[in-house]
């Protein structure tokens, strides 16, 4: 009897524990209600490809443009759908740049179902962000924007948006991790979170208990089309700048440095003789930018932008997208075997351009000599100096100067670090290669100083990074 009381004691501790846990969790029923009105439904009406016909009688595909006479347009039209929120009484709103993109008509549905029109104020690819404006006779209910940075992972959020059309849609979930790189544009920093956001959420506001936003519901992770737990959103801070640049100026001007910059590992750091690795190494140098000019190079490892310590790329990309162009900027630099202090005005960046080039054609009559191919056992590699045979079968372009890689040793440091058949070796240890000799005798100053890994500058198809690569041990 004794035994049973105990039990029985015990289980209903548990139900109230249970009750207890029962009647604090959360009612989002009040936030809910003071949100939905600054929330909104996005429909956008957009023109099929050009390359895109039908035949009016067998329903024939056809891309050519002569038969453009005889097709009619597959689809008239596409309506598209979204979400976004108001950030300003006057009729701002901030929703993703693809859920308007290219929009032949923009129209927008309030909570209470108004129509409206809308007209783009400006958009940024980059971010995912655009601002579009309705014009109302009434102020409309703004959103407060959050603090994005203060969101700890396990944090209670909220999904309002406009899901396969069903608007006003509340979902409920947690912030599952942060920083994620979808490798969706160079500012990846997104929030990551299990409530479920579909087709049609993209655009729409992430909120904390607060009510306050701290994210655009942007992208999910889906092997079916659908919501599977894995969903995405920009941090509001990122959109901070945006939105001042688009309200201003209708577009976004960003800082620019005229550097390109990848992650430090252990093994460029010790190449280097870095004596803690941090930072990010700057993997090449735009002629006549600001940076030039001061005399960053190459292999320097950047520790501190204006006082904020670097340890990640795209954190020191968004810092200087985010400066002021023309403001003068501090930075520590690991340069020369030392940390040395440099300034710098940051330059508005450039607009982008296809900076794809195309292998020049041989020259005619320039010889039929091929290079014997040379094992360099130390870093497991075959490596060849340029010939027309080598530019050829590698398409390189004419005119490169520096060795090439032709083979590379299953498992070896090389394979591992991701080197390949045909990348461009046109430094070793900061040092210009010119011919196999110059790969020789940098190899061997590596081996006197007890068998430190070699930093090479490898250039694929025009886009220069380091990697540092290990000395075989010998037996």
Not at 34 to 45: A, D, E, G
Request: proline share 5%; with cysteine; glycine share 8%.
């Amino acid at each position: 009897m004794k035994c049973l009381k105990t039990i029985l004691f015990g289980a209903a501790a548990l139900l109230a524990a249970f009750r207890v846990e029962a009647q604090s969790f959360p009612s989002f029923a009040d936030l809910v209600e003071k949100l939905q009105p600054s929330v909104v439904n996005i429909s956008t009406t957009k023109q099929p490809d050009d390359n895109e016909f039908i035949d009016d009688e067998l329903g024939v595909e056809s891309s050519d443009p002569r038969l453009r006479g005889y097709f009619r347009p597959r689809k008239p039209e596409q309506i598209s759908l979204g979400s976004g929120f108001i950030i300003d009484a006057d009729g701002t709103i901030l929703t993703n740049n693809h859920v308007i993109d290219k929009a032949k008509e923009i129209t927008v549905t309030l909570a209470n179902e108004q129509h409206f029109d809308a007209k783009i104020i400006g958009k940024d690819e980059k971010t995912d962000v655009a601002l579009i404006k309705i014009e109302t006779e009434t102020p409309l209910k703004p959103v407060t924007l959050g603090d994005s940075d203060k969101v700890r992972v396990g944090d209670w959020i909220l999904a309002i948006g406009n899901p396969f059309g069903l608007g006003g849609s509340v979902t409920a979930g947690i912030v599952s991790a942060k920083s994620r790189d979808i490798e969706n544009g160079p500012y990846d920093n997104f929030i990551q979170t299990d409530a479920s956001i579909n087709q049609g959420s993209s655009g729409g506001p992430m909120f904390n208990l607060n009510g306050e936003v701290i994210g655009i519901n942007t992208a999910i992770f889906s092997t079916s089309g659908g919501s599977m737990g894995i969903g995405f959103a920009v941090p509001v801070d990122l959109t901070k700048f945006v939105i001042k640049q688009l309200k201003e100026k209708g577009k976004v001007e960003r800082g620019w440095l005229g550097i390109k910059i990848q992650p430090n590992s252990g093994d460029i750091s010790d190449s280097v003789k870095q004596t803690k690795q941090s930072g990010v190494i700057v993997s090449s140098v735009s002629e006549d930018s600001s940076a030039q000019k001061a005399g960053i190079v190459p292999g320097d490892i950047i520790l501190s932008f204006d006082g904020e310590e670097i340890d990640d790329t795209k954190n020191l990309s968004r810092m200087a997208a985010e400066t002021p162009i023309g403001k003068e900027v501090s930075l520590e630099i690991w340069h020369d075997g030392q940390v040395k202090p440099f300034k710098l005005k940051v330059q508005k960046m450039p607009e982008e351009e296809n900076t794809s080039v195309k292998p020049n054609p041989l020259p005619e009559n320039d010889g039929e000599r091929i290079s014997e191919e040379y094992n360099v056992k130390d870093l497991e590699i075959n490596i060849s100096e340029i010939t027309p045979e080598i530019l050829n079968r590698f398409s390189i372009e004419s005119g490169s100067v520096g060795v090439v890689i032709t083979e590379i040793a299953p498992g070896s440091d090389a394979e591992v670090k991701g080197l390949k058949l045909g990348d461009l070796i046109t430094q070793i240890d900061k040092k210009p290669i010119f011919d196999l000799n110059d790969v020789l005798t940098y190899i061997n100053e590596a081996k006197l100083e007890n068998n430190r890994p070699v930093l090479l500058l490898i250039n694929n198809n025009n886009i220069p990074h380091y990697v540092a690569v290990k000395l075989k041990k010998n037996d």
